[in-house]
């Protein structure tokens, strides 16, 4: 009963709705004849046949008259038989009545036209044998009736007659000759009157011809209608009758000569074309075909001859006689025929080019279609450039070493039991990690480690094996980054460490006890010490060797030749070193440590003076290098010019605290305690944007990827394009002051006090929270494609705050 109900309840959505399609079958059994198109190709001839049959009924009356003194001595016997043959021609003279149906005319003139040519081809081939034997011959004229003697069952008898083992026979090629004066017309005068004379003059000669016979040569009366005494049509008569091939010598060509006392006409261009035609018309005729293949031929050679109106109009004819189940199949041909591979056709060069501008979802659905698209679509390439566009991996170098593994990356990520290419499986799993770190459902593998006691993370860095954290408290802790566990604590500083950064096995760390030291991560020992500034190294950054042009013949340019190590310090002096690499592979712990002093150091290659104030931030890349000061102002120095400052950029009101660099596009951009950020052209020092919309100091700055992030102590964060300035998203949330945040162009995490927070990129909205459980502050934040590493501070139940370092691992393959 309840079923009842919800049913009689239910409302059909469509119910109300008009329809927007009317269809309706009139006639399921009908053939193509009833389609509306049969009579667009019905008019194309409509006017022909009509000017066909007024002068055919023309030429009729003036042979009437003329022979009238003839008909007057004819028997009785040859009355009734002129009686009976006036009989036959009545379907063709009712046509012209004005209330005959117009579409009906050109089938039914046909009908008559074509059994008068059945007709007239028996008697050819002789009265008393139709057999094959004798109905080949050849260089005999007869003088041709369509009215001579047939049985009762003519129709059915003329048809079997033609037939040997269901091969159509046509009759023997015969001259068309007669004695009647009226085949003798004015060829001039027809073709000037008349463009279609040609037809016409056919016509008009197989008439008389049969006229003539009938005053020579008595008539048997013949059957008019067919048994059930309904007149055969030509959609229902059998296609080997509809197709009898008409006698070459019948042609207007031959006719004209027929006749010796025409006189010599002068043929233009386009008439001795038209006669050239009918020749080859001819010649394609002279031999008589004996098998359906040879017949099929035939026409389809002369189909050539046809104009391509006329020749879709004799296309359409034969789908008329054609059955319903044979159109379905020429319908499923047909549309198959029209369809073309757009992009299985395409060179490979030019079918990838098209792929790259697809999705990866989309890619995925049309390697589906067949296999050709799939082995297009399993192409490295493409997916390798797929991984460049949506941000998975920008360096090639990154890919490469990860395809590289390729055994290793299909046993951890592989579900296809069958051969998949590498590039697309490394895509796979770079989006499905990515699609991890945005829903909130999917809890990542969680590893937290204390020991730095209740110290401030001043700063940190972590790769795939290792996690290196900088203190307050003089010590650097190296964790590994799978497992949490504690490897190496080193030693040596006098003072908090404020800043490090490693390339390698090379570590470089700067301290409040004004040294810049070199550490061998392996060995935990320290392998240069840097001195030279006056106080607290704040920054420092490392320079690696990069293309930053071309000569004048076309060669990279490769600066700097080795990496560098510059430090900014907060005695106003930024110094560039050269960085000592550590071999990685040398464990010799007893190794001497170097010292050196400012004067007599050998790594020592520039001293960059200048800034007032001490020196907060600093970006190098290539020859340049860009620092930010506690003066207000930004500074471009040039290493190519001997270090010398090439832009002192003025613009800011208050500290600039942070700086970020595009080398390529010659940008720069500096935050400032001001509250603004400054877009800068380093070339030529002009300023081009002034970014307004932060409250407080803008303390961070990162760009990746053409994404410029900026985090100020207004507890904001702000999406920019680097390009225009134009401000994209902003990212509010935080309830205190931004300590830390990276980003790597598709993801955004943040840290404040008590939270940390995951953002989207490209949509600029709130994705999730990654931590609940802090009650401290979050003093650092980095993340990779798969790992985010924060240090954050939580109090216990004393009121004791405790450092831990907590590991966020969204990549546990699918295969464990």
């Not at 059998?238 to 060509?253: F, G, K, R």
């Not at 879709?312 to 034969?318: G, M």
């Not at 208050?654 to 940008?667: C, E, G, I, P, Q």
Request: include cysteine; hydrophobic fraction near 30%; charged fraction near 20%.
């Amino acid at each position: 009963m309840e079923e009842q109900e919800a049913l009689k309840s239910f409302k059909f959505p469509l119910r109300n709705e008009e329809p927007k399609f009317d269809y309706k079958l009139i006639n399921q059994n009908g053939k193509l004849s009833e389609v509306p198109l049969c009579k667009e190709y019905q008019k194309l001839t409509l006017e022909e046949q009509q000017q066909k049959l007024q002068n055919l009924q023309q030429h009729q009356q003036q042979n009437h008259h003329h022979h009238h003194h003839h008909h007057h001595r004819v028997s009785n016997q040859e009355q009734r038989q002129t009686q009976i043959h006036r009989q036959q021609q009545l379907p063709q003279q009712t046509l012209t009545k004005p209330h005959s149906h117009k579409q009906t005319l050109p089938t039914n003139n046909e009908q008559l036209h074509n059994t008068k040519t059945r007709n007239h081809r028996k008697r050819n081939a002789g009265e008393d044998d139709f057999g094959e034997n004798d109905s080949i011959q050849s260089g005999d004229d007869f003088t041709s009736s369509d009215t001579d003697s047939n049985t009762p069952n003519s129709v059915n008898s003329q048809v079997s007659s033609y037939r040997t083992k269901g091969l159509s026979h046509p009759p023997t090629k015969k001259r068309l000759t007669s004695n009647s004066e009226h085949i003798s017309i004015d060829v001039n005068n027809q073709e000037q009157n008349n463009p279609n004379y040609g037809s016409l003059l056919t016509n008009n000669a197989t008439f008389a011809s049969s006229q003539s016979s009938n005053r020579h040569r008595p008539k048997t009366p013949v059957v008019i209608n067919s048994p059930n005494n309904t007149p055969l049509s030509d959609i229902d008569e059998d296609s080997t009758q509809q197709l009898p091939l008409p006698s070459p010598s019948a042609s207007p060509v031959q006719s004209d000569h027929e006749h010796d006392d025409v006189e010599e006409i002068v043929e233009s261009p386009g008439t001795l074309s038209k006669r050239l035609n009918l020749e080859l018309i001819e010649s394609h005729m002279l031999n008589i075909p004996r098998t359906q293949s040879e017949l099929i031929n035939v026409m389809n050679n002369l189909s050539n001859f046809l104009t391509e109106q006329n020749h879709n109009n004799l296309i359409f004819r034969l789908l008329q006689k054609t059955n319903r189940s044979a159109l379905s199949s020429f319908s499923g041909l047909l549309n198959n025929s029209l369809k073309r591979d757009l992009i299985g056709n395409l060179p490979l060069e030019i079918s990838i080019k098209v792929l790259s501008y697809l999705d990866a979802n989309t890619l995925l659905s049309i390697s589906k279609v067949c296999k050709k698209w799939f082995k297009l679509v399993n192409n490295p390439e493409l997916w390798i450039n797929l991984l460049k566009k949506d941000k998975l991996i920008t360096d090639e170098n990154i890919i490469n070493q990860e395809l590289i593994q390729s055994k290793q990356l299909i046993d951890e990520w592989c579900t296809y039991p069958g051969e998949i290419n590498s590039a697309q499986l490394l895509y796979k799993k770079r989006t499905i990690i990515a699609n991890r770190w945005l829903d909130p459902k999917y809890q990542p593998n969680r590893i937290s480690v204390t020991g730095h006691g209740n110290k401030v993370v001043t700063c940190l860095q972590h790769d795939e094996e290792k996690i290196v954290t900088g203190v307050d408290d003089k010590c650097i802790l190296i964790y590994s980054t799978k497992t949490g566990k504690l490897m190496k604590v080193l030693e040596g500083h006098d003072g908090g460490v404020w800043a490090l950064k490693y390339s390698g096995n090379t570590l470089v760390t700067g301290s409040t006890d004004r040294t810049v030291r070199v550490w061998n991560m392996t060995t935990g020992k320290c392998t240069h010490i840097f001195r030279g500034h006056t106080s607290t190294i704040r920054c420092l950054d490392i320079i690696h060797p990069t293309v930053i042009g071309k000569d004048v013949d076309g060669t990279d340019i490769v600066f700097p030749e080795f990496p560098l190590l510059v430090t900014g310090s907060r005695d106003h002096n930024i110094h560039v070193w050269r960085l000592p690499i550590v071999n990685e592979t040398n464990s010799n712990i007893d190794e001497t440590t170097f010292d050196g002093g400012e004067t007599e150091n050998p790594y020592l290659i520039a001293i960059l003076s200048g800034h007032t104030q001490s020196v907060r931030s600093i970006s190098g890349h290539g020859n340049i290098i860009i620092s930010g000061s506690y003066d207000s102002t930004v500074r471009v120095w040039d290493l190519l010019d001997n270090g010398n400052c090439k832009h002192i950029l003025h613009g800011h009101q208050d500290r600039v605290y942070s700086t970020a660099m595009d080398f390529n596009k010659k940008l720069c951009f500096s935050g400032s305690m001001d509250s603004t950020i400054n877009i800068w052209n380093f070339e030529t020092g002009d300023l081009l944007k002034v970014l307004e919309g932060h409250s407080s100091l803008v303390g961070l700055l990162a760009l990746v990827d053409d994404v410029l992030v900026s985090a100020a102590a207004d507890a904001s964060l702000r999406i920019w394009d680097p390009t225009t300035g134009e401000l994209k998203s902003k990212l509010r949330g935080h309830a205190a002051a931004i300590t830390c945040f990276e980003h790597d162009g598709l993801k955004i995490v943040s840290g404040s006090e008590k939270m940390l927070k995951l953002w989207h990129v490209n949509s600029g909205t709130f994705a999730r929270d990654l931590l609940t459980d802090v009650t401290g502050g979050v003093w650092q934040v980095r993340i990779d494609y798969k790992r985010c590493v924060a240090a954050v501070q939580r109090f216990n139940n004393n009121e004791e705050g405790e450092t831990f370092i907590e590991i966020l691992d969204f990549s546990k393959p699918l295969n464990k």
